[in-house]
């Protein structure tokens, strides 16, 4: 990989010229350069940089001044290392071979600790990845397991329901029987009042009877609508630990508390059409759900209502 001329240039003012030079020597290992053409080199990009900047403020002068920092570093020319210098004594030639073995310990040495560096980050990198991922596999089990419990929930919720509508039925049916003989023992009290100097006492005696079957059935009727009752209660019971109440099924509207939590939302600017998806978002993390929600109609209605208190608040 070869060096821009931006590179070379922030290198330089970080680490300085010696630094670079080794830097740049550790880039190439294979290639012997003087260090005097190096520093010239590092030196002219230095110089060439200083004068661009200056006229990078005009359109033109930067797209020079880029093109000059992307562009590739300019190696001086290798000196072949099996010639000595110019000078024929025996004491420069020794001393050129002694530099020249010592460049060469110092780019090993300095590719040697890139190296490990390198090395150690990656070993580092690693292993953050493996906790990583091990967090996320922990994360999708979690994930998993929610999903199970929530579907169960459904599930038992709705084997609750079907059943609370099956006991409802029946109590209505109760409920009208009762009704029914109620008025059908009003009916005989009366002719009995009527007919008490009129009718036969067998005739009396049967109406007696019936009146007596009835009062007995009713008795029935009422410890069986009690026990359902009861049976109901326990149900509702059940279904409370996991069901939030916002719709009052007897009075069919919604409850005030939960009135008061969509004008908050729409105080604190939720939009109208975010208010059911942020109410089960909520209900969804605390592991609850709503026995109904309103529809976007609900909510406009909802919201004309708390702008029309608003107003009256500040009239007053």
């Known amino acids: 990989m070869q060096p821009t001329n931006e590179t070379v240039y922030k290198y330089n003012v970080q680490h300085g010229m010696t630094n670079t030079r080794t830097w740049l020597c550790s880039l190439s290992p294979d290639v012997n350069y003087s260090a005097k053409a190096l520093k010239k080199a590092i030196k002219k990009v230095k110089q060439r940089h200083d004068t661009l900047k200056k006229s990078s403020n005009r359109p033109k ?86 999903n199970k419990r929530i579907e169960e929930l459904e599930k038992l919720n709705s ?52 009146l007596k079957h009835a009062l007995k059935e009713k008795e ?50 939720v939009a109208a059409i975010r208010v059911v998806p942020c109410i089960e978002a909520v209900l969804e993390l605390a592991e609850k759900k709503a026995n109904k929600l309103p529809s976007r109609a609900t909510i406009d209605n909802m919201n004309s209502q708390r702008l029309a208190t608003q107003k009256q608040l500040k009239k007053k």
């Open 61 to 146: 002068g930067l797209l020079i001044y880029n093109s000059f920092l992307q562009d590739v570093f300019k190696y001086p020319k290798p000196t072949d290392p099996s010639k000595p210098p110019k000078s024929h004594s025996s004491h420069s030639k020794v001393e050129f071979e002694l530099k020249r073995l010592q460049q060469q310990s110092t780019v090993g040495n300095t590719v040697e600790t890139t190296n490990k560096k390198v090395e150690k980050k990656i070993d580092r990198l690693t292993g953050k990845m493996r906790k990583k991922n091990e967090y996320i596999q922990t994360l999708e089990e979690e994930f998993r397991a929610k």
């Open 220 to 269: 029935q009727m009422r410890r069986e609508l009690v026990e359902l009752e009861h049976r109901i209660i326990v149900l509702e019971d059940e279904q409370d630990d996991n069901v939030v109440e916002c719709y009052d099924e007897i009075d069919r509207k919604y409850t005030p508390a939960f009135q008061n939590c969509v004008h908050k939302l729409l105080n604190n600017y």
């Open 159 to 210: 084997s609750q329901k079907a059943k609370l509508t099956l006991k409802t039925s029946a109590i209505k049916r109760l409920r009208n029987s009762d009704v029914y003989q109620k008025r059908k023992v009003a009916k005989l009290e009366e002719k009995l009042g009527e007919g008490k100097g009129h009718q036969k006492e067998e005739k009396k005696e049967e109406e007696a009877s019936k």
